[in-house]
Structures are given as C-alpha cells and as structure tokens.
C-alpha cells in the first residue's frame, strides 16, 4: 500500500483531515466498529424516487418484461424473539417492503425454503399474496443439502408451492451447485431422478423458466452448462461483482469467465451478491474517498449495482433490502440506469485491486453456515473482524500511537454484536459449517485465529 494511504502513524482524525472527507461521507466512519448498528452506510434519498422509471430486460424465452433490480429475499428484517408460531421475520416490515418495491417497478422476487431458518418462503408468500399474480415473477430453489433423496426433494418442491401460495412457479432453480463437487451435483439432481421430474414440470407449466445457482470449482460449472443441449437452461443464476470479477475467492470462479461462458450459449444472467454480502458498500476508509471524489452524490453500493447492471446479458440483479433505505437507494440506480463507461469499468477495476490489499475474510453473511450446534454467532463475528478491518480499528502493535483506541473500539464492538456465550472461543472445530460455506472459507480456522487475536489484545500482547 502507498504512503499515502498509510494510517499506521496517523491518528483517525488527521487521516480524515488528509484525505479530505466530507462530513457526511464520513458518517459510517466515525461509528468505529461498535457493529450494534444496521449498517445503513452512507445512503442518502432525496426528493421523489420515479414510480415509472425502471430499467426493464427481456426475458428471451418468454418475452415478459423483468425488472434489472430483483429482490433477495434472504435478508428480511427479523423480529427480536418469534411470534406465535415460530417465525421470526417481521412480516409487517415484509409487507411495507415489498409494497414499496412493487409500486416502483420491482417485480422478480427470489426465495429459497432455507433462508431466514426456513421461514423466508412463507413470508414472502403473504407478501405477495397481496398483489395481482400477474404482476410478479416469483424464484425459489430446491434447496436439498442435507437430504437429497427422490422423496425429501419432491416434498420440498411441493412445500415451496403451499408457501408461497402460487400455482406455478417463474423461475425455479437447483439451488448452490458446486458445493460438495460433481458427484455431490448428481447425487441431488441426477441419480435421484430429480432434474428429469423438473423438466417434466416444467413441460407441464408448473415451472416456467429452469435453472440452476453457481458456487464452485469451474469443472462442475463447465459440466453442468454443458448440459445445456439435453435441458435447455433458462437462465443461471452468478456470483457477479467488480470485485469478483477478477478476484473471485475460495473455489468460486472469477465472473468474467462466468459471464463470458453464459454469454456464447445466450442464457440470461440473474446476478447475486452485487455487494458482497454488503462488503461493497462497507469499503476501507480510504477507498469511500475514492469513490465520493469521483462521484459525490452517488452513495458506494451504487457503483457496484451500476457495474453488475451493465452488462446487457443480465435479466435481473438481486439484493437483499433490509431496509427501506436500501431500497430507496438501489432504485435510484436502476430507475433508470446509467451504465458504466469505459473509464468506470477501469476505475473500478483499479478499485479492486486496491481492496485486495485488505485483509478481510470474503463473508457474504448468507448465514449458510448457522445454526451452529454449539450455538456460535459465525457471521456476526466474521462481520465484525471485516468491519474494524476496515474502519482501520485493528491494532496491530502497541508501538502504533492509535493501539490503546483500536484496541478498545475492537473489544467493546465485539462484545457488542456477539453475546459472550456466542463468540469465536466456543469453537470446537467439529467443521459441521464448512461444507455450506459457498466462500469455501475455512470457518473453524478462522475463529480459532480470531480468538486468539482476542485474546492477545486482552492480555495486551500484540
């Protein structure tokens, strides 16, 4: 990293003062990494979003009309303790959320059977039910990954149709494959007879669009795409972003090998985790200013949702809206988009390899790894090592003359986002959350490196 952006011998307040930082581009900054808050990042919405200006693709097969920006139903707001019951999203919050959306010309809305501790379908169900069905294209997922059998998987199909209380189903995807190999991809959809029941299915009308989601090594991509001439994909649903674009981590593929495949057979692209998990829009210090210097009106997600939103071969861009904030903000990039030039694709493209310069461990926070038997808040803690990362709280030598505020700002944050029974020292190792882990992080490792940081800033003896 260059001098310049060095803030080892510097104190937050002169970094700011250096870089020149607005007031307000700072205001996620200053927070510190006390990660008790929502993480709205620097979202600003001012005046009327346009009910009327949503940038619309062709879907090619069918010819209807989907919305670039789609909703990822994995992050609905949840409730402090379940209702009556069992679910623990807020289905009042789901209600307003997708009125809004619905109003402002979003109208691809993706679930799975297993988000939200299996709670997401049926609430996104309610939700829509409130809307015309003609008005929406609804995405689920046979999301078989402890059970595959011919049996369990057509219940869980079967199930997602009584959630979401539809009779037929837009785009229905083979949910996360890759994770395990190829042999683990025929044992869920091939040697159980499951993807011959859904081509049957979709003949039928049950099924409108086929398709499937990709984490994974690109030999089983390559296979799997190649059986494009027996089952006629769809779409295909990718991990794509600016950062991995080039820099895919793990045993994911770089996405410009994973658009560029999808492109020479012409099947439609649907884009997942534009932000990283919201990695995108919790950038390094250093790295905000760079983007508000270039274009200060613009919040730092937007970059990213502009550069997944550009390419012409993607039907739809997923995103997980917590809030009525990020909604707001990702339907004033996309109503109507402003594609990227060529000089923004290189400014990004130089973005990312700044940020590679960042150790930060490559958590989307899809909480596939949860719950954990022994009761671990994985995400939380990950989360909160990325986010001191990045705000510049991790201290690394008592000789740094912020170590004393680093250290406490690291410590007490901890303490806040993850209760004392939940944190990173309860970690056996069993690896039970490996295998879901479509980052291919090593969990177990990772916690055990972090709570023997933690350990060492409380003994003081970094």
């Given amino acids: 990293m260059s001098e310049k952006y060095s803030r080892q011998n510097i104190?937050?307040?002169?970094?700011?003062?250096?870089?020149?930082?607005?007031?307000?581009?700072?205001?996620?900054?200053?927070?510190?990494?006390?990660?008790?808050?929502?993480?709205?990042?620097?979202?600003?919405?001012?005046?009327?979003?346009?009910?009327?200006?949503?940038?619309?693709?062709?879907?090619?097969?069918?010819?209807?009309?989907?919305?670039?920006?789609?909703?990822?139903?994995?992050?609905?707001?949840t409730l402090p303790a379940p209702e009556k019951g069992?679910?623990?999203?807020?289905?009042?919050?789901?209600?307003?959320?997708?009125?809004?959306?619905?109003?402002?010309?979003?109208?691809?809305?993706?679930?799975?059977?297993?988000?939200?501790?299996?709670?997401?379908?049926k609430s996104t169900g309610i939700a829509l039910k409130r809307h015309p069905r003609e008005k929406f294209f609804v995405a689920t997922k046979l999301s078989n990954f402890s059970n595959f059998t011919r049996?369990?998987?057509?219940?869980?199909?079967?199930?997602?149709?009584?959630?979401?209380?539809?009779?037929?189903?837009?785009?229905?995807?083979?949910?996360?494959?890759?994770?395990?190999?190829?042999?683990?991809?025929?044992?869920?959809?091939?040697?159980?007879?499951?993807?011959?029941?859904?081509?049957?299915?979709?003949?039928?009308?049950?099924?409108?669009?086929?398709?499937?989601?990709?984490h994974g090594t690109k030999e089983v991509f390559d296979e799997v795409l190649a059986m494009h001439d027996k089952v006629h994909w769809d779409f295909v649903q990718i991990q794509l972003n600016y950062l991995d674009w080039h820099y895919a981590s793990g045993n994911n593929v770089n996405a410009d090998y994973l658009y560029a495949e999808l492109e020479k057979k012409q099947i439609p692209a649907i884009i997942m985790e534009p932000l990283l998990g919201g990695r995108l829009s919790k950038l390094p210090d250093h790295l905000i200013t760079r983007l508000k210097q270039r274009a200060p009106?613009?919040?730092?997600?937007?970059?990213?949702?502009?550069f997944a939103g550009s390419f012409p071969g993607v039907l739809t861009v997923l995103s997980g809206m917590t809030y009525l904030e990020?909604?707001?903000?990702?339907?004033?990039?996309?109503?109507?988009?402003?594609?990227?030039?060529?000089?923004?694709?290189?400014?990004?493209?130089?973005?990312?390899?700044?940020?590679?310069?960042?150790?930060?461990?490559?958590?989307?926070?899809?909480?596939?790894?949860?719950?954990?038997?022994?009761?671990?808040?994985?995400?939380?803690?990950?989360?909160?090592?990325?986010k001191c990362v990045n705000e510049g709280n991790l201290p690394t030598?008592?000789?740094?003359?912020?170590?004393?505020?680093?250290?406490?700002?690291?410590?007490i944050g901890y303490d806040r986002s993850v209760p004392r029974l939940r944190q990173a020292s309860h970690c056996i190792g069993c690896e039970q959350c490996v295998s879901h882990c479509p980052q291919s992080i090593d969990i177990p490792a990772e916690l055990h490196r972090i709570d023997q940081y933690i350990e060492q800033l409380k003994q003081e003896k970094l």
């Fill in 151 to 214: 049996e369990n998987s057509i219940e869980m199909y079967h199930r997602s149709f009584e959630n979401l209380q539809v009779d037929y189903i837009d785009y229905y995807l083979l949910h996360s494959i890759g994770n395990g190999g190829i042999e683990t991809f025929r044992a869920r959809y091939i040697d159980n007879g499951m993807l011959d029941f859904l081509i049957e299915e979709r003949k039928k009308g049950k099924i409108r669009n086929l398709g499937f989601s990709f």
């Fill in 397 to 411: 030598s008592k000789d740094n003359v912020t170590y004393r505020e680093s250290r406490r700002a690291f410590l």
């Fill in 326 to 386: 990020h909604l707001q903000d990702n339907l004033r990039t996309y109503a109507p988009l402003v594609p990227l030039t060529e000089d923004d694709r290189l400014f990004l493209d130089q973005t990312a390899d700044l940020m590679k310069q960042y150790p930060t461990i490559p958590c989307n926070d899809c909480k596939y790894c949860m719950p954990c038997p022994y009761g671990i808040d994985i995400p939380a803690i990950l989360l909160h090592y990325n």
């Fill in 86 to 121: 069992g679910n623990v999203i807020d289905q009042e919050a789901v209600n307003e959320l997708i009125d809004y959306a619905m109003a402002h010309g979003v109208n691809y809305y993706d679930t799975s059977p297993v988000y939200v501790q299996g709670w997401s379908e």
């Fill in 297 to 306: 009106e613009a919040s730092v997600a937007s970059w990213a949702f502009r």
């Fill in 11 to 77: 104190t937050r307040r002169e970094f700011l003062k250096i870089v020149g930082i607005s007031t307000v581009a700072s205001s996620t900054i200053l927070t510190g990494c006390q990660s008790g808050d929502k993480n709205k990042g620097d979202i600003q919405v001012k005046g009327e979003i346009p009910t009327d200006k949503m940038t619309m693709r062709e879907n090619p097969k069918t010819k209807e009309k989907v919305s670039l920006l789609g909703y990822g139903c994995m992050r609905w707001p």
